[in-house]
């Protein structure tokens, strides 16, 4: 294969023809938090066969129950009343899910690449010829380089049938961007401090609490089931709600204080609020003295960072500094500064991560009512196989730089790829499974510059995303609804396990990850590793180990178990070990100071947006989640695509108007390939402006998602890595706003 050749593919080409199913009405979005509506749905799914799923469209995993017809086609999904992590109710896009299974852009068949004609394409190839192309170039980079030269890089479930392969295989070079582009610097941040990960879902009792504090997490946008549905009760409750987000989110419209903060200066004001707790004797006195280790260090370290001091640094006024801690100091010990999920902004993310985590000591909330609670999970017996080979080298190795780094990262096995010449760690081979790294992971020209200096890369993928159009090999995976996975066993404060079973049978030539994954191990001679034949006996031995069975659970879909770990919050003055190197809640950070870094949270100044340049802000749409939900037909009718928020200001400084449409070009010269709709709005600061990720697909197969609105991803060039965990820190992109079609007479 001529690696200089290695194009990116747009997949339309060679695709079989498409099977016409309906899409599904689905008026019940966007109000399906609704009781009634549900009892509606309930009863119009009355002839339809039920069976029992966990959703796949984010990583909350809320169990439900998919409804199928007799001529085998998917009618709708609904929540399961057992389930802790959705109650019943699915988010709107939970239930437009069955998009997934209808979308007829779906991948059809195998695909390998080949040349015709001097020109890279694909053509169809059967599974066996196509698994036996796979096998055989793993076996090659193994006899050849070892097999850690052969990378995983993967997201959600078909990332763990995928990761048993690896490590029979012999290679734990696996990485995935929920890592270092999303809460890795939030989980280092917490473990340093209480030694424990915040982890999915967060333990936040924020149904009970008394004051919630967003810092750049906009619950509400960011449609985490449980957490929208216990911050509406929490509002119901009278909970005073503080968003600080340099945008008026729609959290920030539900809370009594919105602080408009200027990008990039949260640990400046995160250092102040610590500095009116303690400097006013506001902190909870007996909780940081039985638990915390270094206060007097904390204290003498935050003297100077008065509200003053922050003013001029966040733009925030010192008495709304000052009566914000004074509201959560009057919740304490039932308050929460959130912790966030998607974290990596400036590179400096877990000493951020670090603060709000030292806040929350400060406040006593860490195992209290409705502040966090100690959450508990079952876990899951491991079906019997052989012990893995130990590989000589893998995530940890290549990530050697970061310390803190507790998962392989992204970036750094992009980077050491596209090193043709990395005689240590020489990686030839990547397998994606369900990642569209180019929309995922800034810096797409190092991507594609790794992409270029491997010897073989295979996707496996629902659609035809642009990754897809990058590999030699392309394996069309069935969707969540057709389809059996591991268990969900996930922490809550309750433990409780979900079974995901086929709705309805694989459409198109379609296949289950672990069926794949399977079929690889065989024909590398892995056998043993995959003594079954069918994953349900999997799923089957492990529910008889749990004193249930696959019988019970095709009927219930959710088992709900006991705590057997003690109770949810900590009793009044109760002995309680942390599980930090002191046992401590540690305000003061030996470990960090042992490997050099700042053993407390130092505020750092980061550039701002030159003269004509505005700072690149993006979040979540309600309605997806990341880039691929974009071409979901369900989804893809309730918002086609995203539009740049820019102020009144700006509008009048750059002569906009709503939706007018523009290009925008970053401080490196890159410009978004499709121009994107204005919305001139009070909601966000006139130094930024602001997108949904996810949009601005150029693959034409994606016929609903192909051209709409602007990648935010793209216009990534620059990104600030986290010295302590490796996270790419994203959103230091200026850009200005061009009103001229710059691609005029170029053809995309
Ligand atoms: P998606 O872009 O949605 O998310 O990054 P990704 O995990 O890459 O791509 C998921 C891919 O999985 C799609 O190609 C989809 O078609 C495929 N897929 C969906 N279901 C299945 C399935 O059942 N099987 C298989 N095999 N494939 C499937 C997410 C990552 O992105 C994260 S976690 C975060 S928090 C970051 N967010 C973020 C951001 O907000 N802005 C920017 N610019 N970048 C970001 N990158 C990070
Ligand atoms: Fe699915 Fe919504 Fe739950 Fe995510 S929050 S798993 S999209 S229902």
Same mark, same amino acid.
């Given at each position: 294969?001529?690696?200089? %050749? %290695? ?52 990583? /909350? ?34 239930? =437009? ?118 810092? =750049? ?25 503080? *968003? ?116 929350? =000591?400060?406040?006593?909330? /860490? ?27 893998? /995530? ?43 929309? *995922? ?44 996975? @591991? ?12 079974? %995901? ?19 690889? @191990? ?18 089957? /031995? ?69 003269? =004509? ?136």
């Amino acid at each position: 294969m001529d690696n200089s %050749r %290695r194009s990116f593919i747009k997949i339309s080409a060679l695709s079989a023809g498409s099977l016409a199913l309906t899409t599904p009405a689905l008026s019940a979005i966007g109000n399906n938090f609704s009781l009634a509506n549900k009892k509606e749905l309930i009863n119009a799914a009355k002839n339809l066969k039920r069976s029992a799923t966990y959703c796949e469209v984010c990583f /909350w995993k809320c169990a439900g129950w998919a409804y199928t017809d007799e001529n085998n086609n998917i009618k709708k999904v609904i929540g399961n009343e057992s389930d802790p992590h959705c109650n019943g109710r699915l988010c709107p896009r939970g239930t =437009g899910g069955v998009g997934m299974y209808s979308d007829n852009d779906r991948l059809k068949t195998p695909l390998i690449r080949t040349t015709i004609n001097g020109k890279d394409t694909f053509r169809e190839a059967s599974w066996e010829e196509a698994l036996t192309l796979v096998a055989t170039k793993m076996q090659e980079i193994k006899d050849k380089y070892g097999a850690e030269s052969m990378a995983l890089l993967k997201h959600g479930t078909p990332g763990s049938h995928l990761e048993h392969l690896f490590k029979a295989y012999g290679s734990d070079t696996v990485a995935e961007p929920a890592y270092a582009q999303c809460r890795g610097p939030r989980e280092t941040g917490f473990r340093l401090t209480f030694g424990s990960w915040v982890g999915s879902p967060e333990p936040t009792d924020i149904r009970d609490t008394k004051c919630l504090v967003l810092i =750049g997490s906009h619950i509400g946008e960011n449609m985490h089931n449980t957490q929208v549905q216990e911050m509406s009760d929490a509002i119901d409750n009278k909970a005073t709600i503080i *968003t600080v987000d340099p945008r008026f989110s729609t959290a920030a419209s539900k809370s009594q204080h919105w602080l408009a903060i200027k990008p990039s200066t949260d640990i400046a004001l995160l250092l102040s609020w610590m500095h009116v707790l303690i400097y006013e004797d506001l902190y909870d006195k007996e909780y940081v003295k039985q638990y915390g280790l270094g206060f007097e260090q904390l204290k003498e370290h935050v003297r100077t960072f008065t509200p003053e001091w922050a003013y001029g640094i966040t733009t925030i006024k010192p008495e709304q500094i000052r009566e914000t801690a004074r509201l959560m100091a009057a919740a304490s010990p039932s308050v929460i500064i959130h912790p966030g999920r998607h974290v990596t902004w400036y590179g400096d993310d877990t000493q951020r991560s670090r603060s709000i985590a030292i806040l929350n =000591g400060l406040l006593g909330s /860490w195992g209290r009512r409705g502040g966090f609670y100690f959450k508990e999970k079952i876990s899951i017996p491991k079906f019997p196989h052989p012990p893995y080979p130990t590989p000589k080298w893998g /995530w940890e190795e290549i990530g050697e730089k970061y310390p803190f780094a507790e998962m392989g990262i992204t970036n750094e096995v992009i980077k050491v790829t596209a090193e043709k010449e990395n005689k240590k760690y020489p990686i030839k081979g990547w397998f994606v499974a369900g990642t569209n790294l180019i929309n *995922t992971v800034p810096q797409h020209i190092k991507t594609k510059e790794a992409i270029e200096a491997l010897e073989f890369m295979v996707v496996l993928d629902t659609m035809p995303m642009e990754i897809t159009g990058y590999a030699d090999v392309v394996l069309p995976e069935c969707t969540y609804l057709e389809r059996y996975d @591991g268990l969900r066993s996930a922490t809550n404060r309750e433990p409780s396990i979900a079974l %995901r079973m086929p709705a309805a049978k694989p459409r198109f030539d379609s296949k289950p990850a672990w069926w794949i994954a399977k079929q690889i @191990g065989e024909k590398l001679g892995l056998s043993e590793y995959f003594n079954y034949k069918d994953f349900k006996e999997v799923i089957a /031995w492990q529910l008889e180990q749990l004193g249930t069975s696959l019988e019970e659970m095709e009927k219930i879909g959710v088992k709900n178990f006991k705590r057997k770990s003690g109770p949810l919050y900590l009793k009044d003055g109760e002995d309680y070990e942390f599980y930090t190197p002191s046992g401590k809640i540690e305000f003061y950070s030996q470990t960090l100071a042992n490997h050099g870094f700042d053993p407390m949270p130092v505020y750092t100044a980061h550039e701002q947006p030159p003269q =004509g340049y505005y700072r690149l802000n993006y979040g979540r749409s309600p309605m997806h989640t990341f880039s691929r939900t974009i071409n979901n037909p369900n989804l893809n009718d309730l918002k086609d695509e995203n539009k740049l928020w820019v102020n009144p200001k700006v509008a009048r400084i750059e002569g906009l108007k709503t939706d007018q449409k523009v290009w925008i070009e970053n401080q490196d010269g890159i410009v978004s390939t499709f121009p994107v709709k204005v919305r001139v709005t009070e909601r966000i600061r006139w130094d930024s402006v602001y997108a949904y990720h996810g949009f601005g697909h150029n693959d034409k197969k994606l016929t609903r998602a192909y051209g709409k609105g602007v990648s935010d991803t793209k216009l990534m060039s620059r990104v600030s890595i986290d010295p302590m965990m490796g996270g790419t820190g994203m959103r230091g992109n200026f850009v200005k706003i061009l009103t001229e079609n710059p691609h005029k007479d170029t053809e995309i």
